[in-house]
């Protein structure tokens, strides 16, 4: 089973370019984008998070149940839902403002543990920068990695979140030696600083890049870089790509038997490449419709 831990909220998606676009509610957050896109996949998957007891908790967890996710673990909290408000540019890709003060899934606590099938956990997003929440997703990461569990990281940068971005950058390096494979766009790489080397120094067996429409690009710990091209697609919106590039590895890498740095290592030139392809296609697919709506497994072919 893979786990993902990390906030549900609801995206305000622009119906059309624009700050004053009309907005429809969507179900959204980057961890509960993944846990959805891994269930459609195939993967047995599980969400771990606090959700609200409002309207839009309810449609979440509704959500997560119509792809197959676990939610029996998921906290609850009569405080609101977090909200997100995207606006598109001429592109398709999104910016957010976000609405969280008080909201439910900054109150998660530690579980007192992971289901006992759970193979890996993915981590990410706003889970990370709220407090009180964030700490204890972090404890998490690193109690799951001294367990021996395969951990993911996508940072999936926010900017506007994050009050002291040095403080950050510094609490992300400390979690590196506990990440097993850390994916992330080009545009989090620039704001983080750093590079791929410098980060599998730091503990991943595997580093991942996206670049948009240009493809994806893989660095691993003995050295070698696998790029892919992207997949040519009329986009509509960039909402959840990221996301669904991260279901989409994990879904491939269980698939081989490979959620271990033995696993990552020994994929090989084929192994990265196909891997990437796939997830690059999974990706495309979710930009050519409106809002996150990852694929299934049947509109993607073979890993």
């Known amino acids: 089973m893979i786990v993902v831990a990390g906030e549900a909220l609801i995206d305000l998606v622009p119906q059309g370019p624009g700050a004053l676009a009309v907005l429809k509610p969507a179900l959204g957050g980057g961890p ?54 995207a606006t598109l540019d001429a592109n398709g890709s999104a910016s957010y403002s976000f609405y969280v003060d008080g909201t439910a899934d900054r109150l998660f606590a530690m579980p007192y543990a992971l289901p006992a099938e759970t193979e890996a956990v993915s981590f990410g997003t706003c889970s990370l920068v709220l407090e009180p929440g964030a ?61 791929p080397v410098e980060w599998l120094d730091a503990g991943p067996s595997a580093v991942v890049i996206t670049q948009g429409g240009d493809g994806l690009t893989a660095f691993t710990r003995d050295g070698k870089v696998y790029p892919v091209p992207g997949e040519k697609v ?29 696993g990552l290592a020994g994929l090989g030139r084929d192994g990265w490449t196909r891997l990437l392809r796939y997830a690059a296609r999974a990706a495309a697919i979710t930009c050519s ?12 072919g073979d890993l």
């Open 289 to 300: 419709r409106a809002g996150a709506e990852p694929p299934y497994a049947s509109e993607l």
């Open 32 to 85: 509960y984008n993944t846990a959805v896109a891994l269930g459609r996949l195939g993967s047995a998957t599980a969400f771990c998070s606090r959700v609200s007891q409002d309207a839009f908790g309810e449609a979440l967890l509704a959500g997560l149940r119509q792809a197959d996710v676990d939610v029996l673990d998921v906290q609850r909290g009569p405080e609101p839902t977090t909200l997100a408000a």
């Open 234 to 262: 009329d986009v509509v919106d960039t909402i959840g790509a990221g996301d669904t590039v991260n279901a989409a590895l994990l879904h491939g890498l269980s698939a081989r038997d490979a959620l271990s740095p033995e």
């Open 135 to 195: 700490s204890a997703y972090e404890e998490l990461m690193r109690t799951a990695a001294a367990q021996g569990v395969f951990t993911a990281l996508d940072p999936n940068i926010r900017a506007g979140l994050i009050p002291d971005a040095d403080a950050y950058r510094a609490r992300f390096r400390s979690w590196l030696p506990h990440v097993s494979l850390l994916k992330l766009s080009e545009e989090d790489a620039l704001w983080l600083g750093g590079n």
